[in-house]
């Protein structure tokens, strides 16, 4: 079928929205018509990791149009979340683990179908790589599988919905599920954006004491507080580590790291107590290497990785919406929309730190 998309097709160079025609459903795929996307920091640095040319965006929310075959788990008209794919047969996906299937990084990361196929073709008739996180949902249309859409609360507005599917439940995520923070323990988050303020909004209701958000921008530190953090450091003063190990009686038992940096890498492994344990969200300079010594480990800390905050989708993605809608998890703070002509302005935006959570609508 005929649909517009954003075609990134070089790194560096604002992606352009181009007619490209997207595969019918195979039985297993769900055709979403995109309502709302919301950019994710994954699609800011997706062009320079990933083949070109190539459709990005993953937090899509929609209208399910039309079904495969042996699709049962949503029907056309569904209003639906689209979120992370994972294979159903491995073996983590076997035992409730799907954000750490063993396929996972081929089926968001690889530009096709887990058969290696296409989904997408431009005008010309060349192909496009689709299949991003199985959505490529900077588009009018994106072609999912049954595994990855999920209906949502009618009471739930589609623009806020797609967030849950990446950036909102990797930060939740990452306390509630990953981390499972005790009430009254002490957390550290590095990175005040979608993913740490939805761990500081995640910490409030977990009961974490004391909930210390580190940032360099001070509005979002100011958002930390409201958001449930008890304490805001801002990094530009200096002094991390020492300010949180005196908050947190000798150490944080927790820290979350969203930032990115060098320093925050070891300043959320560093600020830890014996025995303390650190979930890192993401990595510094793309994932690649650079010198950390490890001797910081040794006194029973852990560092551990966080994909999609080891979310299982069916069953956390409709628990944050209750949440949301009780005004227990009050992520809509983080939006800012945009019209889906926008994408660059969007992307820029989130990219100098003047949105924390765009999300595009389509008309
Ligand atoms: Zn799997
Ligand atoms: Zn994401």
Redesign the pocket.
Known sequence: MHIEGWVQREAGVPPRLEPLTLDAPRPDEVLVRVVAVGV???DLFAPLRFALPAVFG??AAGVVERVGSAVTKVRPGDRVAVTFGSCGLCRNCAQGAPAYCMQGHALQFGGARADGSGTLTDQAGRPVHGAFFQQSSFASHALATERNVLRIPDALPLELAGPLG??IQTGAGAVLNTLACPAGSSLAVFGAGSVGLSAVMAARLAGCAPIIAVDVLPARLALALELGATHALDAREGEVVERIVALTDGGAQFSVETAGAEQTFRDAIDCLARLGTCGLCTVPNLGEPFPFAPLSILKGRTVTGVLEGSSVPDVFIPRLAELYLAGQLPYDRLVTFYDFAELPRSLADAEQGRAIKPVLRLA
């Open positions: 994710c920091h994954t993953h937090e990446c950036g």
